[in-house]
């Protein structure tokens, strides 16, 4: 379940474990959120949340140049913040982790 999502980008594609696979909210969605179910309590060791660089509108100043891998690379920072919340009855939850004033990326 989420806030929202893009065609061909639903929730569940969130934790299939396909690489090429992701959820991705809709662009007017300000405050999205994702809910996965576990479907009962486990003893959660490690999780990993990553984000992609999906669809970024960068303006690029004059001409890329390369032979195989020609890149521009961005000097700007962009902040990646997130809040991270866990519940053992969907009712009631908890922070985990809240990086909802992180000033650096944060990938992963």
Known sequence: MASSYEDDYEPGKAAD?????????VKTDSESWLLTDLGETYDVRGIQI????DDIDIPVPGEIRGTTQARYIDEKVYSTRWLFEGSIDGKDF???KDKREADTDLPR
């Open 17 to 25: 474990e396909n690489v090429r696979t992701s959820w991705k909210p």
């Open 50 to 53: 990553n984000f992609a660089d």
């Open 94 to 96: 908890f922070v985990i």
